[in-house]
């Protein structure tokens, strides 16, 4: 029985950083696809960082490259997303993602993953 709760949502400043958590029970880290995106008010869910099961392939859309950073560790079996010089335009329920890689290692984007958690809510001000 799969679980992803996040936490370490909450209000910062613009420039601020937030570190978010999130427990994958029910999933080994080390053999899943693991990852974060976002759904800011009135918009479509995106993607925002992306873990392969080896640890070392990791992938961002153009926006979060340079900000963010996700992780993971193997023996808590749980995913981070830390977030740095955080803007307006980040503010979004922020949901932890897991799934199983394909049989060819293809890991899909986070918001297609097979289980999600119920989200947290990142807001930055201005």
């Known amino acids: 029985w799969a679980q992803l709760v996040e936490s370490g949502g909450g209000s910062v400043q613009a420039g601020g950083s937030l570190r978010l958590s999130c427990p994958t029970t029910?999933?080994?880290?080390?053999?899943?696809?693991l990852g974060w995106f976002r759904q800011p008010p009135g918009k479509q869910r995106e993607p925002v960082a992306l873990?392969?099961?080896?640890?070392?392939?990791?992938i961002y859309p153009d926006d979060a490259k340079d900000r963010f950073t996700i992780s993971r560790d193997t023996a808590e079996n749980t995913v981070y997303l830390q977030m740095d010089i955080l803007k307006s335009s980040d503010t979004a329920t922020y949901y932890c993602?897991?799934?199983?890689?394909?049989?060819?290692?293809?890991?899909?984007?986070?918001?297609?993953?097979?289980?999600w958690g119920r989200g947290t809510q990142v807001t930055v001000t201005s």
């Open positions: 873990i392969y099961p080896d640890g070392k392939r990791k």
């Open positions: 029910g999933y080994i880290a080390g053999d899943s696809c």
């Open positions: 993602a897991a799934g199983r890689p394909t049989t060819a290692g293809f890991c899909s984007p986070p918001e297609y993953l097979e289980t």
